[in-house]
């Protein structure tokens, strides 16, 4: 099992900057992809951004469009996404989540760890 908890959300102005952490603990080491959703009420939740356990190949949702960047610090097994020019659509609880899928990119389908979500509001 592994065990994920998101931090750094908040409200900010639109234009503006967060960075969101997620911590996670359990057995990282099973972990091949870990990956930033996030959910608007009464909607599914959407993939926003994806990296491999190694650090080298990010996924990035179309709709993310340049804005957003996913990066780690295994050290302290840690995933990061850095937000820029936010606008109010990316309004939502944002979910760290992980898979022990492959080695391969399969697509936002298989991830099945979950933390507790951290809100992002841009006003």
């Known amino acids: 099992h592994v065990q994920l908890v998101e931090s750094g959300g908040g409200s900010v102005q639109a234009g503006g900057s967060l960075r969101l952490s997620c911590g996670a603990s359990g057995n990282t080491a099973s972990v091949t992809y870990m990956a930033w959703f996030r959910q608007v009420p009464g909607k599914g939740r959407e993939g926003v951004a994806a990296l491999d356990s190694g650090g080298s190949n990010p996924i990035y949702a179309d709709f993310v469009k340049g804005r957003f960047t996913i990066s780690q610090d295994n050290a302290k097994n840690t995933l990061y996404l850095r937000m820029d020019s936010l606008q109010p659509d990316d309004t939502a609880v944002y979910y760290c989540?992980?898979?022990?899928?492959?080695?391969?990119?399969?697509?936002?389908?298989?991830?099945?760890?979950w933390g507790q979500g951290t809100q992002v509001t841009v006003s």
């Open positions: 989540s992980a898979t022990g899928y492959g080695d391969r990119w399969e697509g936002w389908n298989h991830f099945g760890y």
